[in-house]
């Protein structure tokens, strides 16, 4: 079974680095043709599709964030990372890695980490 | 970008009664390759969004066959037949056909 799980500091600072890290078993991530992608909900409101870094390590990311986010990942440990700098109050979102088959089909989420942006 | 647009945004519904939800696309979801790229997502209270329906009518791994995914190019509906008290939730649907993907705002179904 698939299993994903996020984590890494709740807190971020204004105009700094927000960096989440997300752990993946039962699967390598390297190895078969998935897209590893994060998306992110601000509270109470909707979903918001960051990027993806493909299994080749291929990236791509939403051009209204492209400026300032980058997806990597470790294959070593089976964990792929978010950052996104220069962070301000609106990047405050519960974040999710997702795995992509291909298309949008994202069958496995993790259970996702808020991360909140203040002083 | 394409814009993902669902009516209604809630939805208060009865125990054993049909509900629908409809999404519009800006952009045509028919693939050259034949399939349709839409997707139906719920998210229950607390939880993470779950797949429901892939490539517009497909249902995914342990969906209950009263969720049905329907509609062509730019019209999609999602129908559950007989309303169960754990559909409550908010249902998203979203487009596959290229990044970004899109989401709609969201549909909040209420018993």
């Known amino acids: 079974q698939v299993h994903l799980q996020e984590s890494g500091p709740g807190l971020a600072k204004p105009s700094q680095t927000l960096s989440v890290t997300c752990a993946v078993s039962?699967?390598?991530?390297?190895?078969?043709?998935?897209?590893w992608s994060w998306i992110r909900q601000p509270p109470g409101k909707g979903l918001e599709y960051i990027g993806y870094i493909s299994h080749t390590g291929y990236t791509d990311y939403n051009p209204s964030l492209r400026s300032r986010v980058a997806i990597s990942a470790d294959t070593s440990n089976n964990q792929f990372s978010l950052m996104l700098t220069s962070v301000t109050a609106t990047d405050t979102a519960v974040y999710y890695c997702?795995?992509?088959?291909?298309?949008?089909?994202?069958?496995?989420w993790g259970q996702g980490i808020l991360v909140t942006v203040s002083s | 970008d394409i814009v993902m647009t669902q009516t209604p945004l809630s939805l208060s519904v009865t125990p054993g009664q049909p509900a629908s939800i409809s999404c519009k696309s800006s952009?045509?979801?028919?693939?050259?390759?034949?399939?349709?790229?839409l997707y139906w997502f719920v998210q229950k209270p607390g939880q993470s969004p779950q797949l429901l329906i892939y490539e517009l009518f497909r249902r995914f791994s342990g969906v209950p066959d009263r969720f049905s995914g329907s509609g062509s190019r730019t019209d999609f509906t999602l129908k559950i037949s007989r309303v169960e008290p754990e559909d409550v939730g908010i249902y998203y649907c979203?487009?596959?056909?290229?990044?970004?993907?899109?989401f709609g705002q969201g549909t909040k179904v209420e018993i």
């Open positions: 952009q045509s979801l028919l693939h050259s390759d034949g399939k349709t790229y």
């Open positions: 039962g699967v390598s991530i390297s190895g078969s043709e998935n897209y």
């Open positions: 979203m487009h596959g056909m290229h990044v970004p993907r899109t």
């Open positions: 997702v795995r992509d088959r291909g298309w949008g089909f994202f069958d496995f």
